[in-house]
Structures are given as structure tokens and as C-alpha cells.
């Protein structure tokens, strides 16, 4: 069966460090991949989305960029952070047919200070 | 692209009273529509989904969904509420022309008073 991996469930950085967060699936090859931000009392933002290794969709200009080097493995990462990119990140994947639900890790509570 | 709107940011029922979340999309092409749950601090998990096939959808935990395309809604919907229902919910819809990229709805919150 797939799963989804998504790591660190907290993170509280310093304003101006730099960020990165993994995620990784298994089960499945050639998955769609996405990143959310949810700030509090929002809803879900979609940031970056892959179809496939190499090929990133920008959702939002920020500071923030992703990566997929690998098939199952989508990155989030960020220079320096500022103090507006505290929030909850969700990593998501749906398989590449079309029409199909996307399944989420368990989310990165970031807190930048 | 298309986009959703969810109606209430916030909605408070009863237990034991029916449930109505509403939810209305945009979507250029034939779109796929999902309803997930998020308890605090949680991920998502799917309720149920709508993919061009019946356009009443029985979902997980009770819930329902109907795809009314000429009013562009896709409302959840439960009978009974129950305490452990208060949660999050959030309406998605994707389509073919958009790469299958999935656009969430800002969320209602669902409170259920004893």
C-alpha cells in the first residue's frame, strides 16, 4: 500500500535561518506532489506542485522554493526564513491518472521566532 | 483555473441534528470534487469524492454529498451530528484542463454542541 512521509512533525526556527522539509511516498511511481500552507484560521494554499522529477509548478511568489530530485521524493526549502512563514505545511500526493483524491502527510507545525 | 467557495467559515449544530456544509465550484472543464475532514493539527483525510459517476456521493462517518451541476454546488450533508464530527472541512475540485492540480475551499469549521 502507499504511504506518505512527511518530516518534522514541529519545526521552530529563527527568523532568517534557512528551511528544509522532506517528503517521501512509497507504493506508488510517477506521483503528482504537491505542498500546502495552512495558516491559522485559513485554508489550504497551494504552493508547489510536480508531475514528475525536475518539473515544479510556482502557485505563489515567496521565498520559499521546492525540489523533486527523486520520483518519491518532493523537498521544501526556504534561504531565510521571515516571520510570515510560520504556519502548517502539508505534503500531499495523488496518483497521475486523472481524477484521483490526493492523500497528505501529517503535516510540519513550522513556528519561525 | 478553477476554484471553490465554501460558504460558512463556520457553522454550529446540535447533536443529533443534520448537517449542511456548503460548498460552490468553478471549474472550466468536468471537474472532480472532494470533501476531507481535519481534526487540530491533523492531516487530511478524504470524506468522500465525486468523479463523473452517480452525482449523490455516500461518503465515510455518515456524510453525503450531491453534485448539482446546473447550481455548481457540491454541499456535504449528514442526517445526525455527533460530537466527534467538529472538525474542519474543506471542499477540493480539480480538473483535466488544470494538469489535475487540486484547489481547496478556505475551510468551514464544524462545531456540534451537546
Known amino acids: 500500500s502507499q504511504t506518505i512521509h512527511q518530516w518534522p512533525a514541529t519545526l521552530v526556527q529563527p527568523v532568517g535561518s534557512p528551511l528544509s522539509l522532506e517528503c517521501t511516498v512509497e507504493?506508488?511511481?510517477?506521483?503528482?506532489l504537491y505542498w500546502y500552507r495552512q495558516a491559522a484560521g485559513r485554508g489550504l494554499q497551494l504552493l508547489f506542485y510536480?508531475?514528475?522529477?525536475?518539473?515544479i509548478s510556482s502557485e505563489v511568489p515567496q521565498n520559499l522554493s521546492a525540489s523533486r530530485p527523486q520520483d518519491r521524493q518532493f523537498i521544501l526549502s526556504s534561504k531565510k526564513l521571515l516571520l510570515s512563514d510560520s504556519g502548517f505545511y502539508l505534503c500531499?500526493?495523488?496518483?497521475?491518472?486523472?481524477?484521483?483524491?490526493?492523500?497528505f502527510g501529517q503535516g510540519t507545525r513550522l513556528t519561525v521566532v | 483555473a478553477q476554484s471553490v467557495t465554501q460558504l460558512d467559515s463556520h457553522v454550529s449544530v446540535s447533536e443529533g441534528t443534520p448537517v449542511l456544509l456548503r460548498c460552490n465550484y468553478s471549474?472550466?472543464?468536468?471537474?472532480?470534487l472532494f470533501w476531507y475532514v481535519q481534526h487540530p493539527n491533523k492531516g487530511l483525510q478524504l470524506l468522500l469524492k465525486?468523479?463523473?459517476?452517480?452525482?449523490l456521493v455516500k461518503g465515510i462517518n455518515g456524510f453525503e454529498a450531491e453534485f448539482k451541476k446546473s447550481e455548481t454546488s457540491f454541499h456535504l450533508t449528514k442526517p445526525s451530528a455527533h460530537m466527534s464530527d467538529a472538525a474542519e472541512y474543506f471542499c477540493v475540485v480539480s480538473d483535466l484542463v488544470n494538469n489535475n492540480d487540486m484547489r481547496f475551499g478556505a475551510g468551514t469549521r464544524l462545531t456540534v454542541k451537546p
Open positions: 500531499a500526493w495523488s496518483s497521475e491518472r486523472m481524477n484521483t483524491e490526493a492523500f
Open positions: 465525486y468523479t463523473s459517476a452517480a452525482t
Open positions: 507504493g506508488t511511481s510517477n506521483p503528482n
Open positions: 510536480s508531475v514528475g522529477i525536475g518539473q
Open positions: 471549474s472550466s472543464y468536468s471537474p472532480s
